[in-house]
Every structure is written in structure tokens, then in C-alpha cells.
């Protein structure tokens, strides 16, 4: 079953086309990747389907809610952690969780606050101000957020960023045990090992346009190439 369905999707920006009419399609419980260069358009189409950009033309459908027409039934099923997303500093990384949790009323948010609590794993930290934060912990609280609701769609951008060896590879296995519960993923990421070590299936957009579909493997193997990263240099020139 497809929870996401992307067709023929464009965003203008004025006479600046960012994505030129890309199709795709991702099943549940599937961790799909979306990479390309800087500027290629991935961000744009992240943003348009968590609901913070408009579509220019095309559709897109989530668990087949019209995104363009249903976009608060939408938001209700999905999770967004932007690249650049941060939290309110002044509050606890405890008091942060519970803010975000007062949103989602009709679920058991007391449930939901633990959910994020053991995912952020940051022990005693917790109760500490976020601006005490390194980095890697402040992602760490920020992958906790977006996944303690159990969304159906979970949207991430550069989930490790900042993190180090330990902590990154927690957080894949975390964003892998959720998949196999039920929650598809939409990944982006410049680690391509972490890409290859994720997705079951990718794509690669460039210039605006998807130029490359496929598993991990398959690509590979068309390519004849040892990992993903050559894939991506051979395909995106």
C-alpha cells in the first residue's frame, strides 16, 4: 500500500521552477531516500509535503488525504524535523517534550513524553535547559519529538546531523525499529553511507527532476558501482 503518491509535482518560486514535475511513490513501513546536490530540490519537496509550501501543480496524496486539500488532516498523521530545526532554549529538554505533546490532545501524552524521553536518550539531561545543549544532544531531543508521536509519515532531513559515530548509529537503528512498526520514512541525507545503510529505496533528484530510482542494490549493480556514493558522482554530474 502507497502512503505517499506524488505525481507530476512542481513548485515555482516566480519564474524559478525548483522541482519540475517529479513522480514517486513510497509504501508504508518503507524508509525511502531522497538525495541529490545542494539546490537540487529536495528540501522544496520536503517542506511541500509536510504542508509548509504550496504545490504550483501536480498532487499529492498521504494515507489518501489530498494534501493540497486536506492539509490539517494531513499534518495530524506526519512528523517534519527540518535540517535546521531547533527547540524553545529557555525550556528543559522534559518541559520541551511536554510542550510539544499538549499539541496532540486526543492521544495519551503522558505516553507519548516517555516515547520521546527514551528515544532522546540524554539520561539526567533531560531536565536540564535546552541552551546547555551540544548539538548532538539538541538533535537528539529533536529526533525524539518528531518520532514520539508515532506518526504514519515521519519527513527527515539530516536526522544524524551533528551527531557522532555512536550517537548517528543509534539513531539509525531508532528510525529502522520504526519503520519495521509501522511508520514510513521519508529520508534526506549527504551521508551516503547512511543512506545505503537505511533505504530500501532511493532517489535521486537533480536540477528538479528525479534522474535515478531504485533499491540500494539495484542501483548499485546498474552502475557498476561499490557503494552508493559513486552511484550518486556517477549519476550527478
Not at 517534550?97 to 496532540?104: R, S, T
Request: charged share 25%.
Amino acid at each position: 500500500m502507497a502512503v505517499v503518491e506524488v505525481n507530476n509535482l512542481v513548485k515555482s518560486y516566480g519564474p524559478l521552477e525548483a522541482v519540475k514535475g517529479i513522480t514517486f511513490s513510497i509504501n508504508r513501513g518503507e524508509i525511502f531516500g531522497l538525495i541529490g546536490p545542494n539546490g537540487a530540490g529536495k528540501t522544496t519537496t520536503l517542506r511541500v509535503l509536510s504542508t509548509l509550501l504550496k504545490i504550483s501543480s501536480g498532487s499529492i496524496k498521504i494515507m489518501d488525504y489530498d494534501l493540497e486539500k486536506e492539509p490539517d488532516e494531513v499534518r495530524k498523521i506526519i512528523s517534519y524535523l527540518p535540517e535546521d530545526a531547533g527547540a524553545y532554549k529557555n525550556l528543559s529538554g522534559r518541559r520541551y517534550l511536554e510542550f510539544i505533546a499538549n499539541f496532540f490532545q486526543e492521544k495519551n501524552t503522558q505516553q507519548m513524553i516517555s516515547r520521546g524521553m527514551e528515544i532522546a536518550n540524554l539520561g539526567e539531561r533531560i531536565d536540564d535547559k535546552v541552551d546547555t545543549y551540544s548539538k548532538g544532544m539538541m538533535r537528539k531531543l529533536l529526533v525524539g519529538r518528531a518520532l514520539m508521536t508515532e506518526p504514519k509519515l515521519a519527513i527527515l532531513d539530516e536526522p544524524t546531523s551533528g551527531l557522532d559515530v555512536n550517537n548517528a548509529q543509534e539513531i539509525r537503528r531508532l528510525v529502522k525499529s520504526t519503520a519495521r512498526a509501522g511508520t514510513t520514512v521519508l529520508l534526506s541525507s549527504h551521508n551516503m553511507l547512511e543512506v545505503e545503510f537505511m533505504c530500501d529505496r532511493i532517489a535521486l533528484i537533480s536540477n528538479g527532476i528525479i534522474v535515478e530510482e531504485g533499491t540500494p542494490r539495484d542501483l548499485m549493480e546498474k552502475y557498476n558501482a561499490k557503494n552508493i556514493e559513486e552511484v550518486f558522482t556517477k549519476v550527478v554530474r
